[in-house]
């Protein structure tokens, strides 16, 4: 081909791969599962094992940096730790104690109990490679029974949900992406809504009416309506309440308890969807 | 080889634009599938720089995340405009380059935005004219800074490609 005859068929090139675009566009805009494309499961599947190996060697390397720093306040975190962790002990066995009165009286009242889920653990191997999406892209895939849709958290709260899963790799939509949701409710009072991410590290706590008294640090936990997180996970903690006195609606901004946008490690629920009944929520 | 090395650059790219978010912040500013694109469509090969321009797109869009096309859609237009840009005007000195890279990537911001606006995808960082303005400004110098040192490279990947493209660029406007 002459570089004349190239010149002119060049328009109808652009042309035709502009339109297998828009038709790639079209097809995935419509489809509800679009963030589990063939292509995004071949490419990262095929990348995941070679950023997982750089983020290793790279980790390390940050890790050698930080240890010396680290030892040398090792002596007062490990006092603070130890009181710590005498005070949670104390907790944990006044909330086994309210548990086992709790399931007791659930079956004195023939109510259905929570279903027990398992626990994978995972590691972040990416994040946020675009400016547009939180996303996180973790180590484990459909070969360690990652399925979509599966919770993610760590021991302090919720990260997220599965959206995307290869063999070795799953992509987790992170609770402060502008396209999530959850089904959430102020601990104290009861009261619903959904929380919505809005970017910069926060959420946002949506429907929950003006006349409802909410104070900041207050907690806030799933419901188990959304049919994705099971009942009573904690979401995070009411940072500042935006009152409107002429609107319907709190405008409630809320702290992740988890640290979404800096976390390394982090566990997936292994819920069954059919697991969370709707009659959780009740 | 050559289309090996072109390849194999989109790849690498990719990668770094999967791991390196995870260290440095700042790094969602930079669009590395972008700046290959214009490296290649300045290469004065519009077909070059606009098939470059979709595989690094999808390839972006598979890993960042969204809807897949919107990032291929707005790269092969951009591949495109930069590659005929090359062939009609002298863009071979580095400011001229830094220029293109510019325009670029608010080129290629404009248009994600807008597709996804029309998909009716909402998007962060968009929702007030100033803040969509700072983060045009915000990719545009991030973008930029990178080119620097990304071009240095690919000049040292492709020395070949790189001589024979001033020869001929001398021979047009100088001869």
Known sequence: MSANTAQQKTPWILAALLLSQVVLMSTNARHPDSEQSVLRIWLVTAFAPIVHAADSVLSSIKGTGASYIDVRHAREENVELREKVERLTAELNKELERAAALDSLRRQLALPTHPEYGKLAANVISRDASLWFRRLTIDRGTLDGVKRDMPVATAGGIVGRVISVGPNFAMVQAITDKHAGVGAMLQTSRAMGEVRGVDNDRCELRNISSSENVEPGESIVTTGLDRIYPKGLLVGTVERVEADPNGPWHKIIVKPAAPVDRVEHLLILLVDQKDLKLGEGK | ?175
Do not use: C
């Open chain 2, 1 to 175: 080889m050559q289309t090996f090395k072109i390849a194999l650059t989109i790849v690498v790219a990719l990668l770094l634009q999967m791991l390196l978010p995870n260290y440095v912040r700042f790094f969602q500013y930079i669009d590395l599938a972008l700046l290959v694109t214009v490296y290649f469509s300045l290469q004065r090969a519009p077909v070059i720089g606009m098939v470059t321009g979709m595989i690094a797109g999808l390839g972006g869009d598979a890993v960042g995340g969204g809807i897949l096309g919107v990032g291929g859609f707005s790269k092969t237009l951009i591949g495109y405009l930069v590659g005929a840009a090359s062939v009609r005007l002298s863009l071979e000195n580095p400011l001229a380059r830094l220029s293109v890279v510019a325009v670029a990537s608010a080129g290629n911001t404009v248009l994600f935005v807008g597709l996804n606006q029309m998909l009716e995808q909402t998007l962060p960082h968009v929702s007030t004219w100033a803040e969509f303005g700072a983060t045009i400004g915000w990719k545009m110098l991030g973008d930029t800074v990178a080119s620097i040192i990304l071009f240095v490279v690919l000049d040292r990947v492709f020395s070949e490609q790189a001589t024979a493209r001033r020869m001929a660029i001398r021979k047009r406007f100088y001869e």
